[in-house]
């Protein structure tokens, strides 16, 4: 298979660092970073192999010192996770987040990352739901829809996603763009971490969630009176679930049934985002407008970076 790279429109300085899980091929990790080059990025790599502890990229101090370092290096334009899966969430006490948001960085990443998107929506800084090295940049066949979501958000102020949803009514509102992995948004509910806007396009994505889990972290969401105040709510790739004899008929379609049976506002599936292969790249806290029409939905976004 050929890769028609995306490349950059003028390169641009990246950082890589481990904020939370460890890799799980260092020889990948190098391939990754070499295709990062090949599509116009200065690299500098911040994830240190020896460093790895228990199943992080490194201990809660040095993944805390690489954002802090990155966010500091006055040659870096991008700071770019190295992978997901956990131990943001250890990090959030020792962060300097005045550092982080000041740096006018842009950050991309997603899964474990959304708590990083959701500090700086905190702060009105925009950053990226979107490619980590570990797997858009270290597979065998990168995705060529991903990377070039990326290349193009990265080399404009405005960026657009298009795609086909189940369920879409003729709609057209705006609002400011957040989310990110729905399991990670409920979590910090009702802390100092949390941000939700109001009157916003809510984006959600998990993996490996039974649907009833999914229904539960919504259900949190709601009760605490989020969702009620979005203009709509999108869902993206849920997967890697197993459902079981006892339940009885209840799956995703009928968690979404109910889930729509409670909002004011619509809910529409089918956004290119989460857990997968091809996935949109999607700036948090750009201004956002939402448009459906014939069951084809286009999501357009303007930010400054």
């Known amino acids: 298979m050929t890769l028609h790279l995306p490349l950059l429109k003028q390169p641009l300085d990246i950082a890589v660092v481990a904020p939370s899980g460890a890799p799980l091929n260092e020889a990948a990790v190098v391939q990754g970073l070499d295709l990062l080059r090949q599509q116009g990025f200065r690299v500098h790599s911040y994830y240190e192999p020896e460093h790895k ?9 040095v993944r805390v010192r690489q954002l802090h370092a990155a966010a500091s290096d006055p040659q870096i334009r991008v700071v770019m996770a190295l992978r997901g899966s956990y131990g943001f969430s250890r990090l959030l006490p020792y962060l300097d987040l005045d550092l982080l948001a000041q740096s006018r960085k842009i950050f991309t990443g997603y899964s474990d990352f959304t708590l990083m998107h959701q500090l700086l929506l905190q702060r009105g800084v925009c950053s990226i739901a979107g490619p980590m090295l570990c797997d858009d940049y270290t597979r065998d ?38 989310g990110g992995n729905l399991a990670m948004l409920a979590h910090v509910v009702g802390t100092p971490y949390a941000a939700a806007p109001e009157n916003g396009i809510l984006f959600l994505e998990d993996i490996g969630e039974h649907p009833y889990r999914v229904e539960r972290m919504l259900l949190q ?48 599936t089918g956004l290119p985002f989460g857990h ?3 996935r949109a790249t999607l700036v948090v806290g750009s201004q956002a407008r939402l448009t459906a029409k014939e069951g084809i939905v286009s999501l357009e976004m303007c930010y400054q970076w």
């Open 221 to 268: 969401l709601h009760y605490a009176g989020i969702l009620k105040k979005q203009k709509a709510i999108l869902l993206g790739n849920f997967s890697g679930y197993r459902l079981a004899e006892h339940d009885n008929g209840y799956d995703f379609a009928a968690l979404l049934a109910y889930l729509r049976s409670l909002m004011p506002c619509p809910v529409l």
């Open 141 to 178: 066949n990168p995705d060529e829809y991903t990377l070039k979501q990326f290349a193009d958000c990265l080399s404009s102020s405005r960026h657009q996603v298009e795609f086909a949803s189940d369920m879409a009514p003729e709609l057209d509102v705006q609002g400011v763009l957040w």
């Open 276 to 278: 997968t292969r091809e």
């Open 53 to 61: 502890y228990q199943r992080f990229g490194a201990t809660d101090e």
